[in-house]
Nanobody, 121 residues
Framework: QVQLMESGGGLVQPGGSLRLSCAAS????????MGWYRQVLGKQRELVAT???????NYADSVKGRFTISRDNAKNTVYLQMNSLKPEDTAVYYC???????????????WGKGTLVTVSS
């Protein structure tokens, strides 16, 4: 099986920065797209940023210029550097990875359990 372990969430003041990490482990053959989504209570989960294994990125308009997604393919880890944080960035952030496992040899989406980011003074 595959596990995604997120870290780096917490409380930060407006204008501050946080760096989220998500490490995938388990029976991994290869990792395709990795990314971050976020969800506010009572609202739908929304895309924040994704990054393919080839290096193509996609960002939500609301975070462009403030957030940067990166990954370490050797470690199956994706990062989200969040700068100039705003109160409206407050949410639970979820990691997503599209992974081919050594058990099934077909791509499947895996989700982390989420990490809370709170932006408040």
């Amino acid at each position: 099986q595959v596990q995604l372990m997120e870290s780096g969430g917490g409380l930060v003041q407006p204008g501050g920065s946080l760096r989220l990490s998500c490490a995938a482990s388990g029976s991994i053959f290869s990792t395709n797209v990795m990314g971050w989504y976020r969800q506010v209570l009572g609202k739908q989960r929304e895309l924040v940023a994704t990054l393919t294994s080839g290096g193509s990125t996609n960002y939500a308009d609301s975070v462009k210029g403030r957030f940067t997604i990166s990954r370490d393919n050797a470690k199956n880890t994706v990062y989200l550097q969040m700068n100039s944080l705003k109160p409206e960035d407050t949410a639970v952030y979820y990691c997503l990875a599209n992974i081919i496992t050594t058990k099934y040899y077909r791509a499947m989406d895996y989700w982390g359990k989420g990490t809370l980011v709170t932006v408040s003074s």
